[in-house]
C-alpha cells in the first residue's frame, strides 16, 4: 500500500514536470536562456583572448593597459550577471536587455 501511494505521487510529480514544461511562458525564457547561453561562450572568449593580450602588453610596455582595465571587470560582471539568468537565479535580464555593467576601478 506505501508503494502505491509513494507510486501515485511520482507520476503526479512527472505529470506537473511534463504540464510545467508545456506552458507558453517557459518556452520564451528557455529561449532566452539559450541565447545568453551563446553570448556567454562568445564572452569567455573574449575574455580569455583580452586577458592574453593584457599579459603580453604588460610585458612589452611594463603597464598595463588602461582600457583592458577597466573593460576586463565590467565583462566580467555581465559573465556573471548572464549565468544568473542562465542558471534561474535571477530574472532580471543582462545586457543587451539592461546597460552594461559599469566597474568602479579608482579603489
Known amino acids: 500500500m506505501m508503494s502505491e501511494a509513494a507510486n501515485l505521487s511520482a507520476i503526479e510529480a512527472d505529470k506537473t514536470k511534463s504540464d510545467a514544461a508545456q506552458e507558453p511562458r517557459n518556452?520564451?525564457?528557455a529561449g532566452l536562456s539559450l541565447f545568453f547561453l551563446v553570448?556567454?561562450?562568445i564572452g569567455q572568449s573574449l575574455f580569455f583572448a583580452?586577458?592574453?593580450v593584457q599579459m603580453v602588453w604588460f610585458l612589452v610596455q611594463r603597464a598595463p593597459n588602461p582600457f583592458l582595465s577597466r573593460f576586463g571587470p565590467s565583462l566580467g560582471q555581465w559573465l556573471g550577471d548572464a549565468s544568473r539568468f542562465i542558471y534561474h537565479d535571477t530574472e532580471e535580464k543582462?545586457?543587451?536587455f539592461k546597460a552594461w555593467p559599469a566597474i568602479n576601478t579608482d579603489a
Do not use: E, T, V, Y
Request: aromatic content about 24%.
Open 50 to 52: 583580452l586577458a592574453l
Open 39 to 41: 553570448l556567454f561562450s
Open 94 to 96: 543582462p545586457f543587451p
Open 27 to 29: 518556452w520564451p525564457r
